[in-house]
T-cell receptor, first 111, second 111 residues
């Protein structure tokens, strides 16, 4: 499986935008970029995914570089409830329920 | 719609015993995956079942096994428990290749 690299930790203030980067230089053409987050004492939660184009949903936006070797998860206005570990994962179409999680980025949100 | 339900939430077992964990997927989801989460190794994929057949398997010893029933409910079994099996075991369900929905896990402690 192609590998992703994320910063170990990031900090933000409440109501400010947060940009969480992810590098995936060995991404293949069939790999989708998925983001999940894990809040304390909960299972991971799906956030967003994309293939080539930027994507928006009610939770976040995903900006994908033109060469697809990096991507950025954007939380437009961080809240205290967004404090979590964020995982950037490459998912091949044939991998179905098999996700390869890295160490993720621990996001701390300050009031 | 009810989420993924895992039972029990907490379990304490003794080394050498065996344990069975249960997962009820979201209604209509036919894919069920299992993950192990430990502080040292992070989230690791165990196996995935789809329509009662194992579709993917991670790199775990044969002591870890699973099955899926005709109603898509799944169980995983760990035999001859070792101290290192202490972990949070997470179950996720999905519609084939759609995003995964995780339960909140079963925390297993082996003493």
């Amino acid at each position: 499986d192609a590998k992703t690299t994320q910063p170990n930790s990031m900090e933000s203030n409440e109501e400010e935008p947060v940009h969480l980067p992810c590098n995936h230089s060995t991404i293949s053409g069939t790999d989708y970029i998925h983001w999940y987050r894990q809040l304390p004492s909960q299972g991971p939660e799906y956030v967003i995914h994309g293939l080539t184009s930027n994507v928006n949903n009610r939770m976040a936006s995903l900006a994908i570089a033109e060469d697809r070797k990096s991507s950025t998860l954007i939380l437009h206005r961080a809240t205290l409830r967004d404090a979590a570990v964020y995982y950037c994962i490459l998912r091949r179409g044939t991998s179905y329920g098999k996700l390869t999680f890295g160490q993720g980025t621990i996001l701390t949100v300050h009031p | 719609k009810a989420g993924v339900t895992q039972t029990p939430r907490y379990l304490i077992k003794t080394r050498g015993q065996q344990v069975t964990l249960s997962c009820s997927p979201i209604s209509g989801h036919r894919s069920v995956s299992w993950y192990q989460q430990t502080p040292g190794q992070g989230l690791q994929f165990l196996f995935e079942y789809f329509s009662e057949t194992q579709r993917n398997k991670g790199n775990f010893p044969g002591r870890f096994s699973g099955r899926q029933f005709s109603n898509s409910r799944s169980e995983m079994n760990v035999s001859t428990l070792e101290l290192g099996d202490s972990a949070l075991y997470l179950c996720a369900s999905s519609l084939s290749d759609s995003p995964l929905h995780f339960g909140n896990g079963t925390r297993l402690t082996v003493t």
